[in-house]
């Protein structure tokens, strides 16, 4: 049953990453610009509606973020998420909220997370759906214009409100991970007027993450993971994230990442206060060329679990 379960695994991604599309850029199509995080394997659900209820408990996560700080209207972001599974055991339910700034917009995200869980093997095969919208608005009525006719600025700046959907698949054991996942179904154009339109169904990013668990002593563990986010259209540059966290006796975590996509060198340290509540910061360095501008980025998580169920003895790591 476990072999099946991976057949299936691997043809889905392969399925996903062979999908074809055009290959140029459209001027016209909206992209919202979504916060980068450095401490997602905290809060799976940030990245794959699949993983709601996979901590078996209310698990709520709240998170802050300043990009590239140094720079005048910098990205900003604030995220809070809730997530559970419910008494049958195999359904989870989730929401996440999220408000991005940076420059003159302001971007809001709402969705709600469903996955259903199956035992498979030594761990929980979960598939997982979201829906939810994006709204984002841009207000030009902050800048000092010499000419207040100019038309790049007189263009209907009302709110965008873009309805959405995702999916995704998590299997998870004691000793290891894997997701797969897309975040966004649907993408939206621009006539230019200030007229939003339905674009296409085929234009979306895969999201794959995958991880495992060594342990060396009671006291020493190490967790090295891996994150991708593909473009099937390949409007965008492919980014992958390596990741690899020391833990302490389940209380300190001391971790570091490498992105690739922005050349950004990674340090993290989280503290498993006890085990319902983890505090944690990381400090992006730009390696490449936002050096010269940027003092980097730095990011507060908070996670507190409700009822917590997992003895100490027997913490979670996934």
Do not use: C
């Given at each position: 049953?476990?072999?099946?379960?991976?057949?299936?695994?691997?043809?889905?991604?392969?399925?996903?990453?062979?999908?074809?599309?055009?290959t140029?850029?459209?001027?016209?199509?909206?992209?919202?610009?979504y916060p980068?995080y450095?401490?997602?394997?905290?809060?799976?659900?940030?990245?794959?509606?699949?993983?709601?209820?996979?901590?078996?408990?209310?698990?709520?996560?709240?998170s802050?973020?300043l990009?590239?700080?140094?720079?005048?209207?910098?990205?900003?972001?604030?995220?809070l998420?809730?997530?559970?599974?419910?008494k049958?055991?195999?359904?989870?339910?989730?929401?996440?909220?999220?408000?991005?700034?940076?420059?003159?917009?302001k971007?809001?995200?709402?969705?709600?997370?469903?996955?259903?869980?199956?035992?498979?093997?030594?761990?929980?095969?979960?598939?997982?759906?979201?829906?939810?919208?994006?709204?984002?608005n841009?207000?030009?009525s902050?800048?000092?214009?010499?000419?207040?006719?100019?038309e790049a600025?007189?263009v209907?700046?009302?709110?965008?409100?873009?309805?959405?959907?995702?999916a995704?698949i998590?299997y998870?054991?004691?000793?290891?991970?894997?997701?797969?996942?897309?975040?966004?179904f649907?993408s939206?154009?621009?006539?230019?007027?200030?007229?939003?339109?339905?674009?296409?169904?085929?234009?979306?990013?895969?999201?794959i993450?995958?991880?495992?668990?060594?342990?060396?002593?009671?006291?020493?563990?190490?967790?090295p993971?891996?994150?991708?986010?593909?473009?099937?259209?390949?409007?965008?540059?492919m980014?992958?994230?390596?990741?690899?966290?020391?833990?302490l006796?389940?209380l300190?975590?001391?971790?570091?990442?490498?992105?690739?996509?922005?050349?950004?060198?990674?340090?993290?340290?989280?503290?498993?206060?006890?085990?319902?509540?983890?505090?944690?910061?990381?400090y992006?360095?730009?390696?490449?060329?936002?050096?010269?501008?940027?003092?980097?980025?730095?990011?507060?998580?908070i996670?507190?679990?409700?009822?917590?169920?997992?003895?100490?003895?027997?913490?979670?790591?996934?």
């Open positions: 049953m476990l072999k099946r379960g991976f057949i299936f695994i691997i043809i889905l991604v392969l399925t996903i990453l062979r999908m074809e599309g055009q140029g850029s459209d001027s016209t199509k909206i992209s919202l610009a980068v450095s401490q997602y394997l905290q809060n799976g659900l940030m990245i794959n509606p699949a993983y709601a209820g996979s901590r078996e408990v209310l698990s709520f996560f709240m802050g973020r990009q590239w700080a140094g720079i005048d209207g910098a990205p900003k972001s604030e995220t998420s809730l997530h559970s599974l419910l049958n055991e195999r359904v989870g339910l989730g929401f996440t909220g999220q408000m991005f700034t940076y420059g003159l917009t971007s809001y995200s709402v969705y709600a997370d469903y996955a259903y869980h199956l035992r498979l093997g030594e761990g929980k095969l979960s598939l997982g759906l979201k829906a939810g919208f994006d709204m984002s841009t207000d030009y902050n800048i000092l214009l010499n000419d207040k006719d100019d600025f007189l209907n700046n009302k709110p965008y409100f873009l309805p959405n959907a995702g995704g998590y998870y054991s004691k000793k290891y991970f894997f997701g797969a996942a897309i975040p966004s649907l939206y154009i621009n006539d230019g007027g200030g007229r939003v339109s339905f674009n296409a169904l085929s234009d979306f990013d895969v999201y993450s995958a991880g495992a668990l060594i342990t060396f002593s009671p006291f020493f563990k190490f967790k993971s891996a994150f991708i986010d593909y473009s099937v259209q390949k409007t965008k540059k980014q992958l994230d390596l990741n690899g966290n020391f833990i006796s389940d300190v975590w001391i971790g570091g990442s490498w992105r690739t996509s922005e050349q950004v060198a990674v340090g993290i340290l989280q503290l498993q206060v006890n085990p319902q509540l983890m505090i944690g910061y990381s992006d360095y730009p390696v490449g060329i936002m050096n010269t501008y940027s003092k980097g980025s730095h990011e507060i998580i996670r507190y679990e409700f009822n917590y169920k997992v003895s100490a003895a027997n913490p979670r790591y996934f």
